[in-house]
Nanobody, 127 residues
Framework: HVQLVESGGGSVQPGGSLRLSCVASGYRMYASDYCMGWFRQAPGKAREGVATMDSVGTTNYARSVKGRFAISYAGDTVYLQMSSLKPEDTALHYC??????????????????????WGQGTQVTVS
């Protein structure tokens, strides 16, 4: 049973920083599981891709967070370092792992449908 657990969310003032963590457990790591991402969903909006990393370490970022957010991982934990936070970053942030296919473009890498496993989300509020 695959489980992803996010943590690190909270409330912060504009310009502040947070680091989100996502710990994975319950499955054997295959190459596709090193494909990972962070998504977010604000009230009334669709879930959108924020930052992803594929199995060879290629990263992709949404235009709105490029230069401010950084995805990384160590062992079973995926991180999202968020800096220079803005009110529009307020959302429930989810981690995702396990790609159904090898992404061939940034748009594919940031697509929700690519990922098999999802966490329950951690709230980030910037105000």
């Amino acid at each position: 049973h695959v489980q992803l657990v996010e943590s690190g969310g909270g409330s912060v003032q504009p310009g502040g920083s947070l680091r989100l963590s996502c710990v994975a457990s319950g499955y054997r790591m295959y190459a596709s599981d090193y494909c990972m991402g962070w998504f977010r969903q604000a009230p009334g909006k669709a879930r959108e891709g924020v930052a992803t990393m594929d199995s060879v370490g290629t990263t992709n970022y949404a235009r709105s967070v490029k230069g401010r957010f950084a995805i990384s991982y160590a062992g079973d934990t995926v991180y999202l370092q968020m800096s220079s936070l803005k009110p529009e970053d307020t959302a429930l942030h989810y981690c995702a792992r396990g790609c159904r296919d090898t992404p061939r473009s940034a748009a594919q890498a940031l697509a929700r449908s690519l990922y098999r496993y999802w966490g329950q989300g951690t709230q980030v509020t910037v105000s």
